[in-house]
């Protein structure tokens, strides 16, 4: 089990840094060769495709949670009624995503009534939803049993080695003058052979039935993952989607520039926990309540410290980066603080709810928790819809903020009522340790100046910032939470021995 939970978190790492790199040097590309408003237009279209996720409704997580019993039992047969049960309802839902392409095709370029002619708006959505459409839904149940097996070290290394063919090949097109719609083409011609990928593994190492019959119904609460795939989807999606619908593309292009810092942070830090889903979901399913305590005890404190460490220091680099990422871009103001700090801390609380987000699901509690789903995606498009006229991308962020905060406490709770009975007092405390350590990196960051706009000069005050933010962490946990980095001195110590 631990060789695989290092495989898988290595894998997914490197699948992360790959993106974040990627993510950093496609849409600089873009935004020099065509400018804030094409990327603006590329950013929002990739948010309106994917709402087609919305599609999945939660079935997707569902999926992974019912797996994870027959798996451990080694039962050949109940793993391929959820397989077949799961395809089914996938190639379901293939079908209704290309009628929503199709609709999106005729009205998102009236919707937007910007420069671009319907023609170039149309084709340009057709070529990006290729990609999609195919890796999405056709390696979507294939993928999902390679991550409750505990083998996503499979599926991240097809995403590493698509994403560095497609990098390359984006860059040759964009260096040789090619059109906008050649360079998203491209990129799903590429993304479409991951699907193949995983479904040839899976067929030469798993006895799979796809045609299994069942009289039950084996993947129990279907439907009931509908709530947090919805606020899912809404929480990552709205932002755009409103700015698209209430303010300008330069808008959206600045906020995809932050949004492109904080999720690619967001999501290299997720990764290191990718791993630690299907471990608790093996001792769930097993009932081994002592190490599943002590194996959450563990997880929560090292993400919450974690988070605190990496979204704190990137609350002091996120402006000198998107000063230094859009040098030489005039046609919009990209330096927005207030916009930079509630965007971030919105997506810290995100990352804080993870401990307990993996819990609700590895127990299959969809709908025991609907409701705090529902809520946290009604606040963050009632706020949203309201303040973006009166403060456009701040309006935005606060409504994203707020929902995360109230979810964040909520799943908190409720795993200590009725999950892992583990008393409040350990979340609380856990907060309170977060916040100061959050405040006094807020007031250290005014140490940090960039002396010039290039990506050296970021770089130097980046390891300023993360040493001296280090240390303030160490030393707040030193005082809160002495037994913890006592016990990782210890393991440190055991394994350099060992070596």
């Known amino acids: 089990m631990r060789s695989r939970l290092k495989f898988n978190t290595f894998s997914s790492l490197l699948f992360e840094v790959v993106s974040i790199v990627s993510g950093f040097i496609l849409p600089r590309l873009i935004l020099g060769q065509y400018g804030s408003d094409v990327n603006g237009l590329v950013n929002s279209i990739t948010q309106f495709i994917g709402i087609i996720t919305f599609l999945e409704l939660g079935v997707g997580k569902v999926v992974q949670s019912s797996l994870y019993k027959p798996l451990t039992e080694h039962d050949d047969q109940k793993i391929s009624q959820i397989m077949t049960s799961a395809g089914r309802f996938f190639r379901r839902i293939a079908l209704i995503m290309l009628a929503y392409i199709c609709v999106l095709i005729v009205f998102y370029p009236l919707v937007i009534r910007r420069d671009f002619g319907w023609i170039y708006t149309a084709t340009l959505i057709a070529a990006m939803?290729?990609?999609s459409f195919a890796q999405y839904y056709f390696g979507v149940v294939n993928r999902l049993l390679l991550v409750a097996d505990q083998k996503g070290y499979i599926s991240y290394t097809a995403q590493t080695v698509t994403l560095v063919l497609n990098t390359v090949a984006c860059v040759i097109l964009i260096k040789l003058n090619m059109s906008i719609h050649a360079v998203r083409l491209t990129t799903s011609l590429i993304f479409m052979t991951r699907p193949l990928f995983l479904a040839w593994y899976v067929k030469r190492h798993y006895h799979v039935d796809h045609h299994a019959t069942y009289d039950v119904?084996?993947?129990?609460?279907?439907?009931?993952?509908?709530?947090?795939?919805?606020?899912?989807?809404?929480?990552?999606?709205?932002?755009?989607?409103?700015?698209?619908?209430?303010?300008?593309l330069a808008d959206v292009s600045i906020y995809s520039v932050y949004h492109l810092v904080v999720y690619g942070v967001k999501r290299l830090f997720t990764s290191m926990t990718n791993g630690i889903e299907a471990m608790l979901g093996h001792l769930w399913a097993k009932q081994e309540k002592d190490r599943l305590d002590t194996a959450f005890a563990w997880t929560e404190w090292v993400i919450h410290t974690?988070?605190?460490?990496?979204?704190?220091?990137?609350?002091?680099?996120?402006?000198?980066?998107?000063?230094?990422?859009?040098?030489?871009?005039?046609?919009?103001?990209?330096?927005?603080?207030?916009?930079a700090a509630l965007i971030v801390l919105a997506h810290a609380c995100h990352c804080l709810r993870l401990p307990y987000n993996m819990m609700i699901f590895v127990a299959g509690h969809y709908k025991q928790t609907q409701s705090n789903y529902i809520i946290s995606a009604a606040m963050n498009i009632v706020i949203s819809v309201l303040t973006v006229k009166l403060w456009g991308l701040v309006g935005v962020a606060i409504g994203t903020l707020v929902a995360m905060l109230y979810q964040t406490v909520w799943m908190a709770w409720y795993n200590s009522g009725n999950l892992l009975k583990r008393p409040m007092k350990h979340f609380i405390k856990q907060i309170l340790v977060d916040?100061?350590?959050?405040?006094?990196?807020?007031?250290?960051s005014g140490l940090f100046t960039l002396r010039s706009a290039s990506y050296?000069?970021?770089?130097?005050?980046?390891?300023?910032?993360?040493?001296?933010?280090?240390?303030?962490?160490?030393?707040?946990?030193?005082?809160?939470?002495?037994?913890?980095?006592?016990a990782l001195k210890d393991i440190a110590l055991r394994r350099l021995k060992r070596s």
């Open 129 to 131: 939803s290729i990609s």
């Open 217 to 248: 119904e084996p993947i129990k609460q279907k439907w009931n993952g509908m709530a947090q795939h919805i606020a899912y989807t809404i929480l990552n999606d709205t932002d755009t989607i409103v700015l698209t619908m209430f303010a300008s």
């Open 306 to 339: 974690g988070v605190v460490l990496v979204f704190g220091c990137t609350l002091g680099l996120i402006l000198p980066f998107v000063q230094v990422y859009t040098h030489g871009v005039t046609d919009a103001n990209y330096q927005q603080p207030l916009f």
């Open 435 to 444: 916040a100061g350590s959050f405040a006094a990196m807020y007031l250290a």
């Open 456 to 486: 050296l000069s970021w770089l130097v005050i980046a390891v300023e910032c993360f040493i001296l933010y280090f240390a303030i962490v160490f030393v707040i946990n030193l005082v809160f939470y002495r037994k913890q980095l006592a």
